[in-house]
């Protein structure tokens, strides 16, 4: 088991002390034993914790809902079907996402293959116009 002094923590977890200190203070990560010498000291469950919040929060995820991830595992009924609809609507925000990268990949790809782009439409209104006529096709 490794053993981590708050610095060789934050650096491992890619943040920083003070938000290691943050966490701890609001409850996401449990308070650190202290060493001999009164330094903060986590161990590899600590470090996975760490890696599962910022996780949660590169995909979208508020404080608050990865406080609730955590305590998943031992959470009342209400509290999962709560969850899970905010996980169906990041998922649904991030397909929509996908759906617009690939429109723009696609306008992209008939741009590279345009003989002349003298007088061509801009990317913009291309995108918008492809947009209106999906949302009139549906």
């Known amino acids: 088991m490794a053993s981590f002094k708050i610095g060789e923590f934050a650096s491992a977890a890619g943040v920083s002390r003070d938000t290691i200190r ?5 409850g996401l ?3 650190a034993s202290r060493n001999g010498a009164g330094y903060r000291v986590y161990g590899d469950a600590d470090l996975e914790r760490l890696q599962f919040i910022r996780l949660a929060q590169e995909t ?4 608050e809902h990865t406080r ?5 595992s031992t959470a009342n009924q209400e509290r999962i079907v709560e969850l899970l609809r905010v996980t169906r609507e990041k998922l ?3 397909k929509g996402n996908v759906d617009r990268l690939a429109q ?4 992209l790809a008939d741009l ?5 782009l003298t007088g061509s439409q801009p990317l913009w209104t291309r995108f918008r116009t492809e947009s ?4 009139r096709a549906g």
């Open 132 to 135: 209106l006529l999906e949302g």
């Open 60 to 63: 979208g995820f508020c404080l």
């Open 112 to 116: 590279s293959i345009e003989q002349t």
């Open 104 to 107: 723009v990949e696609q306008i």
């Open 68 to 72: 609730q991830l955590l305590e998943a």
């Open 22 to 26: 943050h966490y701890e203070r609001i």
């Open 92 to 94: 649904d925000a991030a």
């Open 29 to 31: 990560l449990p308070a």
